[in-house]
């Protein structure tokens, strides 16, 4: 009997060396999947005449969007440039997840586009990260923007290219004097400390979703990253997870009722790292202070989740779901000063 154990212990030994993969064959492309890149890539900052590349990674669009975004753009002294398959359907995708994948990975590989724009958001982004190149993409280093569902390839694309992305207004948004200011400020002419500025949307005194306040006091400095927070939960557990520890992290969301918004909440600090992390900025949550009762408002419930945390927070920073939208660069430090309610850029985001 011993030795037939030590045969079969043999063979268990083969069969388990035999599975494993041959790592000097382990492409780079595979090893950016699951690690993170220690080295920040600034892209090169935008400049009139650019050319910028339109993408629709998540939902569809219609002829009607992308001709009023080729319109704005062109408008502010850019040129554009997209392919048919920007205009296609597959459900509630914009093509299927591999022509979503290749049009992205086109816009990053093609020589003559200078910035990578997503139209809009919607849902997709995450069913394409398994299809994109991380390799690719770090070699060919661009202003990539977007919000919303497009959060999970800008934390994704920071995590495993080092390539600083930004979370910023899209090809549908709304490009008014604040976001205009603060996208010219990061992306165009570029500080090497910049103070955001705060501005209230207009119209939105007796909504208290767009209120401006402190729900713990501090200080804190590292590296922003961050985005919608249901996109966000939905990453937790993959392997796109996103690491929070030592970051200033950025939060936002958008027509969800307030005990769901407790849940992700409750999600991030459960399943991820976010106790890690170093301070939490909160854009508008909006339309999210909108329940039955018997509840807790929106600003309980934020409360009652990150005030343990023990951390800076802070809330209604003008970013996420509304009109006006600072543009804030995944992987780029910052200084965060909760009480004041103030937030600092400490070093340049481009080249």
């Known amino acids: 009997m011993p030795d037939r154990r030590a045969f079969l212990k043999s063979i268990a030994m083969f069969g388990v060396l035999s599975a494993m993969p041959n790592l000097e064959a382990f492409s780079q492309t595979n090893l950016l999947k699951v690690k993170r890149s220690p080295i920040k890539i600034l892209p090169k900052r935008l400049e ?12 569809p ?32 995708f914009a093509g299927t997840d591999q022509e979503r994948a290749d049009e992205l990975m ?32 770090r070699k060919n280093p661009k202003i990539f923007i ?16 080092g390539l600083v992305c930004f979370h910023g207004p899209m090809g549908i948004s709304d490009y008014n ?37 402190t729900i713990t006091g501090g200080i804190a400095e590292g590296e922003l990253i961050g985005g919608n927070l249901s996109v966000l939960a939905s990453m937790a557990g993959s392997d796109f997870e996103t690491d929070f520890e030592n970051k200033i992290v950025f939060l936002e969301e958008v027509e969800e009722k307030t005990y769901r918004v407790d849940r992700m909440l409750t999600q991030l600090v459960q399943a991820t790292n976010l106790r890690k992390a170093n301070g939490i900025v909160l854009g508008v949550f ?4 909108i329940n039955d009762k018997p509840t807790l408002t929106l600003k309980q419930a934020i409360a009652d989740i990150l005030k343990p945390l023990n951390i800076p927070v802070a809330y209604g920073f003008p970013f996420g779901h509304i009109k006006i939208k600072m543009t804030l660069p995944t992987g780029i430090n910052a200084k965060f000063n909760a009480t004041r309610r103030v937030l600092k850029l400490t070093e340049k985001a481009v080249s």
């Open 48 to 59: 009139q005449g650019d050319v910028i590349g339109l993408a629709t990674p998540g939902s």
């Open 61 to 92: 669009i219609s002829e009607d969007q992308l001709n009023e975004t080729v319109e704005k753009l062109e408008s502010m002294g850019y040129k554009t440039y997209y392919k048919p398959s920007v205009l296609s359907e597959y459900g509630y």
């Open 106 to 137: 086109h816009m990053f590989t093609n020589n003559d586009v200078d910035i990578v724009m997503c139209v809009r958001g919607g849902y997709g982004s995450i069913r394409i990260l398994d299809l994109l190149d991380f390799e690719e993409i």
């Open 146 to 161: 977007g919000y919303s569902d497009i959060t999970a390839l800008l934390s994704s694309v920071y995590e495993r290219t």
């Open 177 to 213: 004097d604040y976001t205009l200011k603060s996208f010219d400020r990061v992306l165009v002419n570029p500080r090497s400390r910049y103070k955001y500025p705060y501005q209230r949307e207009e119209n939105t005194e007796n909504n208290p979703e767009f209120d401006f306040y």
């Open 286 to 289: 909006y339309k999210c202070n």
